[in-house]
């Protein structure tokens, strides 16, 4: 089993900033991609960026230009840097990892809980 502790959410005024990170931990070979989904009420669970163990990234279109995503290997821990955040941000943001299995060999995916991030004045 693989753990993701996810913090940095809360209320943000619009303009703001807010850092995300996610620490993940528990029976992992390597981490091939993490990842950071949204989901709004009413809608879809959506990509906000992605990042490889190379360090290749990619963006959703809405929050390209304003969000940076980062990694730190040595810790299992993945960050995004988001700005400019607007009212059409506010979501449960999640973190999905997939990983080599330490205890199966396999590749496998874990989901994190979520965090709240609202834009608001």
């Known amino acids: 089993q693989v753990q993701l502790v996810e913090s940095g959410g809360g209320l943000v005024q619009p303009g703001g900033s807010l850092r995300l990170s996610c620490a993940a931990s528990g029976s992992i070979v390597r981490i091939n991609v993490m990842g950071w989904y949204r989901q709004a009420p009413g809608k879809e669970r959506e990509l906000v960026a992605d990042?490889?163990?190379?360090?290749?990234?990619n963006y959703g279109e809405t929050v390209k230009g304003r969000s940076t995503i980062s990694r730190d290997n040595a810790k299992n821990t993945m960050y995004l840097q988001m700005n400019s955040l607007k009212p059409e941000d506010t979501a449960v943001y999640y973190c999905?990892?997939?990983?080599?299995?330490?205890?199966?060999?396999?590749?496998?995916?874990?989901w994190g809980q979520g965090t709240q991030v609202t834009v608001s004045s």
């Open positions: 999905k990892v997939d990983y080599v299995s330490g205890f199966t060999l396999r590749r496998s995916s874990s």
């Open positions: 990042i490889t163990d190379a360090g290749t990234t």
